[in-house]
């Protein structure tokens, strides 16, 4: 049983061991160590760190095309919303010149009889 326990937990010490090997920085610095001067914001973006997986390229040019897709999709919708304000306001004047026309028509001209019947 103790044999056991012994083989289960240095199991999980290789694997965290292995995790851990995973995540280590690449930029050279310890994992406990800060940094000594400050990342730049080209550094800090995800897509500014090249890597050789190809899963992990494969993932950083969906991530990169889903948010390119994004901003032209926000460009449109603006342009679209800034479109569709501008036609609003059109038939509003329109609609307000062609009763103003109507209202003026019937003004000048004269009251037709109206037919009733007795």
């Known amino acids: 049983m103790k044999t056991r326990h012994i083989l289960i937990s240095s199991l999980f010490m290789a694997l965290a061991g ?3 090997a995973q995540n280590a920085p690449t930029n050279g610095t310890a994992v406990g160590a800060a940094p000594t ?3 730049s914001a ?3 973006t995800p897509s500014a760190v090249p890597s050789n997986d190809p899963f992990v390229q494969k993932r950083q040019a969906d991530a990169d095309a889903k948010a390119e897709y994004k901003a032209q999709k926000k ?3 603006q342009e679209y919303k800034a479109d569709k304000k501008a036609a609003k306001a059109q038939l509003k004047q329109e609609k307000k010149d062609s009763t ?3 209202n ?3 003004a000048t001209s004269p009251a037709t009889p109206t ?3 007795p």
Request: proline fraction near 5%; avoid cysteine.
């Open 18 to 20: 292995s995790a851990m």
């Open 37 to 39: 001067a400050p990342m």
């Open 42 to 44: 080209t550094a800090t």
């Open 75 to 77: 460009a449109a919708k």
């Open 100 to 102: 103003a026309q109507r």
């Open 104 to 106: 003026e028509a019937l």
């Open 115 to 117: 037919d009733k019947t």
